[in-house]
């Protein structure tokens, strides 16, 4: 194996180490919220912390403004019927990727933290149907549900500057 072979082989098992650990995170956001806040009250759900947005760290608001960049200007080309599989699979890795540094590095108060694996979760659903990996949805449809949880993200979560997509179908 060449030099750059072996280097790129080593950033995809890091890559991949650290999605396989959001793996609970990505695939079970409301159920795994819940478990992780240690309460076994109802599912977690959206919700604010007594009327105003959950506050906020930086490596979260870096991750969420990156995916916000990755989905925004996918939409019409995907509204378009002009995104290939392989396009939609390489956007639902980025976005996967982004979706485990927030996890590893995102530091919040449990409540906040429950609510925002509800978030994650919806995230995650929309990049498993963006990579292929739910049959009976459309990749189009992942990513309007990726798009609509970076919305949700903007409406409960305080993130100075941060706007939400528009013209999500």
């Excluded at 819940?34 to 309460?39: F, P, R, V």
């Excluded at 392989?86 to 906040?112: H, M």
């Amino acid at each position: 194996m060449s030099q750059s072979g072996f280097v790129r082989s080593r950033v995809g098992l890091a890559v991949a180490t650290a999605l396989i650990a959001a793996l609970p995170l990505v695939a079970g956001g409301a159920a795994w919220a819940q478990a992780h806040s240690h309460e076994a009250a109802a599912p977690v759900k959206l919700g604010l912390d007594h009327g105003r947005k959950w506050a906020t760290d930086a490596p979260l608001r870096e991750g969420m403004g990156r995916i916000r960049a990755l989905v925004e200007p996918q939409l019409a080309p995907a509204h378009a019927g002009k995104l290939s599989p392989a396009q939609y699979a390489a956007l639902a890795g980025r976005v996967e990727t982004e979706v485990a540094g927030i996890v590893a590095n995102c530091k919040l108060k449990p409540e906040a933290d429950a609510v925002l694996h509800v978030v994650i979760g919806e995230i995650g659903a929309g990049t498993e149907a963006m990579a292929g990996k739910n049959a009976a949805q459309r990749p189009a449809l992942g990513l309007v549900q990726v798009a609509k949880a970076v919305n949700d993200y903007a409406g409960h979560f305080d993130h100075p500057g941060f706007k939400p997509i528009r013209n999500v179908h």
